[in-house]
């Protein structure tokens, strides 16, 4: 009998799985400042989040072949965490990971953000001052993670990324618009289940405290996509895939 987090992999598939969680919580995080490209130490009593989530993959028996992180400090630390209990020695990291760069906003309020900068989580196409647009964001951190479709095929791995990352994740994969789900809540016990034919999201799932898209309703999980048909795409499954 299967464990209920052992989903069989077709390795002759170009299939992927892979399960996404948000990095442990900062001191800037809590006190509602912008943070982008800068670092701060965790809150007291960050490992609680860690420890949740850790305690649902291990309840579903789910393991992974790599980890990869952020090149910021909470993701790289978050999974260093999990991959020492998982025995893997090596975490890669990656600026493509990054969340976005909010340049010169960097520890500034969110309120006064949202009162001064209009184009505030609601333009995914503003640059920010000395910094980049959430599209850019969203373009660079997609394209790792379609990467890691090829390079990973019949494999699972864990990546550790951040809100913004994790928002532009589930609207590219899941075709949602990405201009109205800019504020959707991630919070740092979030863990996202993504499973891939090639590089289509065929199969989403959130495996511990609900995103914003959950819970505003937006998507129902585990939510199913179907591929299409021959004629409209070369992601034609093989039988036994995923």
């Not at 649902?56 to 999974?79: C, H, M, P």
């Not at 998982?86 to 010169?104: C, F, M, P, S, W």
Request: charged share 25%.
């Amino acid at each position: 009998m299967l464990s209920p987090g052992h989903i069989p992999i077709d390795r002759s598939c170009k299939s992927m799985r892979a399960i996404v969680v948000r990095h442990y919580k900062t001191l800037i995080n809590a006190s509602g400042l912008i943070m982008g490209w800068g670092d701060a130490p965790p809150v007291k009593g960050w490992e609680a989040d860690l420890i949740y989530v850790n305690s649902i993959l291990d309840e579903r028996n789910i393991k992974f072949s790599a980890v990869y992180t952020s090149f910021l400090e909470r993701a790289r630390q978050t999974g260093m965490f999990y991959a020492r209990k998982r025995g893997i020695r090596l975490v890669h990291d990656t600026i493509a990971l990054n969340e976005i760069n909010y340049g010169t906003l960097y520890r500034k309020s969110k309120t006064w953000v949202e009162k001064n900068i209009p184009e505030h989580k609601k333009d995914p196409d503003f640059v920010y001052p000395d910094g980049e647009s959430f599209r850019q964001m969203q373009s660079r951190s997609v394209e790792f993670f379609e990467s890691l479709t090829h390079k990973r095929q019949g494999q699972t791995i864990l990546i550790v990324v951040h809100a913004g990352v994790i928002r532009g994740f589930i609207s590219h994969f899941l075709g949602l618009p990405y201009t109205e789900n800019l504020k959707r809540k991630i919070t740092h016990r979030y863990i996202g289940d993504f499973q891939f034919k090639d590089e289509r999201c065929v199969r989403y799932d959130e495996l511990g405290t609900p995103s914003g898209f959950v819970r505003d309703g937006v998507i129902e999980v585990p939510l199913e996509r179907p591929e299409p048909p021959a004629s409209q795409s070369h992601l034609t499954a093989s039988p036994g895939c995923i």
